[in-house]
């Protein structure tokens, strides 16, 4: 167990995600964490569900921390961070998870001797099977990158790559589940139109996704080679595959995701 102590600014879904992973996954220890948020019930609720210190004070959650998570929506992100920049030492790691707040931006506003780390999770963090893209700036040691890594893996994955491929991160991590969502859907729907219940389609739909990602992660096979073993010849799979193609699946899938990248860029 991590000994270090962790502050909350924001207490959202995202920051519950991370709370629940870091305390269920025995990574901190709830004495060692405190989380401030500035809505009451917000905090009554967070302090029942995981048993931790809350304060509506962003400072005094600041003077409390070694790991510094800024967890507040992008909006709020310039106030929140002005607000503990008399608390912030050299010694402290600051993670944002404030979308499209890049690290040269909270440098800014708190000096570029400040370790930051900038990371990028997605919804099934809720779940404890998130992904999560790091990047971090000079000051950053490899253990501070290590502790990082750690807190993310408590609720999924988390890979560490340089900044400026930041935006891709969004378009297949970020926003991904989306797509995902989708394409469950409209499985399901097909299913249902076959004569299956909708619970039962959502159930072979969900595992079919997961055993199929599963398959890929841990075969190490290439994706393709994944689906030319599915593929008998003259079979149901290549039948369905060749509509897929004919109708742009493939396309449609990589121009969407370019597409979400362009716009995360063009919101900064």
Request: hydrophobic share 45%; with cysteine.
């Amino acid at each position: 167990m991590n000994h270090k102590k962790i502050g909350m600014i924001g207490c959202g879904n995202m920051a519950q995600a991370i709370l629940k992973g870091i305390l269920n996954g025995g990574v901190f220890s709830g004495s060692n964490v405190i989380a401030a948020d500035p809505i009451p019930e917000t905090r009554e609720y967070v302090s029942k569900q995981f048993g931790i210190k809350v304060t509506e004070n962003n400072k005094e959650a600041a003077e409390f921390a070694d790991i510094l998570f800024i967890a507040v929506k992008p909006i709020h992100f310039s106030v929140a961070v002005s607000s503990i920049a008399e608390a912030v030492t050299p010694d402290m790691l600051l993670i944002s998870i404030a979308a499209g707040k890049t690290i040269h931006e909270t440098e800014r506003l708190l000096g570029n001797q400040v370790k930051i780390i900038r990371a990028m999770p997605n919804t099934p963090a809720h779940v404890g099977a998130g992904a999560a893209g790091l990047s971090h700036n000079d000051p950053v040691t490899e253990s501070d990158l290590e502790d990082a890594v750690d807190i993310f893996k408590s609720f999924g994955t988390a890979q560490v790559l340089p900044e400026y491929l930041m935006d891709a991160v969004v378009g297949v991590c970020g926003s991904a589940p989306a797509y995902i969502f989708i394409l469950i859907e409209a499985m399901a729907d097909a299913a249902v139109a076959d004569g299956i219940s909708r619970a039962q389609a959502y159930q072979f739909v969900c595992q079919t996704i997961i055993g199929s990602a599963k398959y890929v992660l841990e075969t190490g096979k290439h994706p393709a080679e994944c689906k030319d073993i599915v593929c008998s010849p003259g079979g149901t799979t290549i039948e369905a595959v060749q509509v897929l193609e004919r109708n742009g699946f493939r396309n449609a899938i990589i121009e969407a995701q370019r597409a979400c990248v362009k716009k995360s860029k063009e919101l900064k």
